[in-house]
T-cell receptor
Framework: AQTVTQSQPEMSVQEAETVTLSCTYDTSENNYYLFWYKQPPSRQMILVIR??????QNATENRFSVNFQKAAKSFSLKISDSQLGDTAMYFC?????????FGQGTRLTINP | DAGVIQSPRHEVTEMGQEVTLRCKPI?????LFWYRQTMMRGLELLIYFNNNVPIDDSGMPEDRFSAKMPNASFSTLKIQPSEPRDSAVYFC????????????????FGPGTRLLVL
């Protein structure tokens, strides 16, 4: 079975600061995908970033980057130059050959 | 666009009763997802449809749960008989592409149905 653990239920930082959200996972599969999704109050589930497990290079998308440590089964998200619009619930998600598994989420608040 | 529409928004029922949750996806979206969110288990994918066909129902907890999508604009999630442990917020979501994989993209969630089974 696959599991995802987000150990930070809530985080809060000032605008323009850098913040890192933690995620660890467990899977017995060799090929899988990892994602970070954000869910703002509008309730959209917006894809932030995607990482293929077979790729060693960490994925980046503008201000968002990940630190993927496959051996440690760790997949953290770093948000640089945080903006008010980054306020949302962030979910770490794993997808293997079986169904998707979501972490419990981290509620991130960016303060002005 | 009205977004994903779910009804009812709140449902309180007694154990043993049948509960039907309804969802209207965004027009043109080929994928529809049902999720359940609880404090203990977080967000769980129950089932998803592609072009009205159930693709993966491995998340459906047990035979008391069933989901249908008779057409592209309507889906139901039914619980019969309901139990107190089914109390949760049930979300419906839709997207143009499937969640996950190399072509993953944004999913649009409805407001959810808050279900309380007494």
């Amino acid at each position: 079975a696959q599991t995802v653990t987000q150990s930070q239920p809530e985080m809060s930082v000032q605008e323009a600061e850098t913040v890192t959200l933690s995620c660890t996972y467990d899977t017995s599969e060799n090929n899988y995908y990892l994602f970070w999704y954000k869910q703002p109050p509008s309730r959209q589930m917006i894809l932030v970033i995607r990482q293929e497990a077979y790729k060693q290079q960490n994925a980046t998308e503008n201000r968002f980057s990940v630190n993927f440590q496959k051996a440690a089964k760790s997949f953290s998200l770093k948000i640089s130059d945080s903006q008010l619009g980054d306020t949302a619930m962030y979910f770490c998600v794993i997808q293997g050959a079986q169904k998707l598994v979501f972490g419990q989420g981290t509620r991130l608040t960016i303060n002005p | 666009d009205a977004g994903v529409i779910q009804s009812p928004r709140h449902e309180v029922t007694e154990m043993g009763q049948e509960v039907t949750l309804r969802c209207k996806p965004i027009s043109g979206h080929d994928y529809l997802f049902w999720y359940r969110q609880t404090m203990m288990r977080g967000l769980e994918l129950l089932i998803y449809f592609n072009n009205n066909v159930p693709i993966d129902d491995s998340g459906m907890p047990e035979d008391r749960f069933s989901a249908k999508m008779p057409n592209a604009s309507f889906s139901t999630l039914k619980i019969q008989p309901s139990e107190p442990r089914d109390s949760a917020v049930y979300f419906c979501a839709s997207s143009l592409l499937p969640l996950g994989g190399a072509r993953s993209e944004t999913q649009y969630f409805g407001p959810g149905t808050r279900l309380l089974v007494l």
